[in-house]
């Protein structure tokens, strides 16, 4: 089977879902403080009750991009259900 070439954009869709703190409360946090640079596993979560300001939300499977400084390489698959940074891409 030979590889076709595609454009990001024709096989993925930017998810821009966001959510006030007051919406969220209960889900799972992730900032980019959670994101190991270079590897997918997630370093850990905090909690949305935390949080101050708009957020933006995810479901499991989706895949979690840092795009502050995307040199670092930030990139998860979500494992669960709930909101992140808005500088993380959600796709």
Known sequence: MAWETKFFGD???????TVQPSEALGLP???LEHISQ???PLLG???SDDVISAKS???KGDILFGKLRPYFR???IAPF???CSTDIWVV
Do not use: M, N, P, S
């Open 57 to 59: 939300k995810f479901l």
């Open 29 to 31: 946090y992730i900032g």
């Open 74 to 76: 930030k990139v998860i």
């Open 45 to 47: 979560f905090g909690k």
């Open 81 to 83: 259900d709930g909101v």
């Open 38 to 40: 270079g590897q997918l």
């Open 11 to 17: 096989c993925a869709e930017l998810i821009r879902d």
